[in-house]
């Protein structure tokens, strides 16, 4: 079984459309994130939840949206595509926000836009 | 502020040899410190952690990273590569432990010739 899975793991889609990439752990952990990798493997973190409630939101675009629905989901969803937003995506969790542990990553979502 | 820096951003060993990835960190306060790696394709999975205790902190797959405060480093080892080492190593910098503030280094490719 895996822990933290994305779908879809792969996207390609034009400029202006809107796209969602979902996550499910099934680890029962308290905290998910989005984080963004680029082409050069820089990892930023975009989101995170704490128990369906966002605390922390970086300097990201309005353009994305992230939801919760429950403690073990974390979707997100992006508008108005542009050629920038080509990145993998990846969701993570841990048990706790504010307890030094380990993050579980999902295997990515690798999204291109052209 | 917080920032990490990885020496290299590719580093080559023979099948047999020893790896040295180099982490240096800047921070306040004393760091929790993190070494994950990223297989192919894959997500980041932790390979260690330093949180304050033994300065010498072993890993999975016999990695090991010491901790030097003098030095403002956390340099990742092991004593003879395998072909499955190869991969992307990411060092990581916490200064209050809390997970969603991460400092993420830009990275390096370990690359394991036969």
């Known amino acids: 079984d895996t822990a933290v899975s994305q779908t879809p793991k792969y996207l390609v889609t034009q400029m202006g459309n809107d796209k969602s990439i979902k996550c499910e752990q099934n680890?029962?952990?308290?905290?998910m994130y989005w984080y963004k990798q680029d082409s050069k493997k820089f990892l930023k973190i975009m989101f995170s939840?704490?128990?369906?409630?966002?605390?922390i939101n970086e300097t990201v675009p309005n353009r994305f949206s992230p939801k919760s629905p429950d403690k073990a989901h974390l979707n997100l969803h992006i508008n108005s595509l542009e050629l920038g937003d080509s990145a993998v995506y990846f969701c993570?969790?841990?048990?706790?926000?504010?307890?030094?542990?380990?993050?579980?990553f999902g295997e990515g979502s690798r999204l291109t836009v052209l | 502020a917080q920032s990490v820096t990885q020496l290299g951003s590719h580093v080559s060993v023979s099948e047999g040899a020893l790896v040295l990835l180099r982490c240096n960190y800047s921070?306040?306060?004393?760091?929790?410190l993190f070494w994950y790696v990223q297989y192919p394709n894959q997500g980041l999975q932790l390979l260690l952690k330093?949180?304050?205790?033994a300065t010498l902190v072993k890993g999975i797959n016999g990695f090991e990273a010491e901790f030097k405060k003098s030095e403002t480093s956390f340099h990742l080892t092991k004593p003879s590569a395998h072909m499955s080492d190869a991969a992307e190593y990411f060092c990581?910098?916490?200064?209050?432990?809390?997970?969603?503030?991460?400092?993420w280094g830009a990275g390096t490719k370990l690359i394991i010739k036969p």
């Open positions: 993570a969790s841990s048990q706790d926000v504010s307890e030094t542990g380990e993050l579980f």
């Open positions: 680890l029962g952990h308290d905290t």
């Open positions: 939840y704490n128990n369906k409630e966002l605390i």
């Open positions: 921070s306040s306060v004393p760091p929790y």
């Open positions: 330093y949180t304050s205790a």
């Open positions: 990581a910098v916490s200064e209050n432990g809390s997970n969603y503030q991460l400092i």
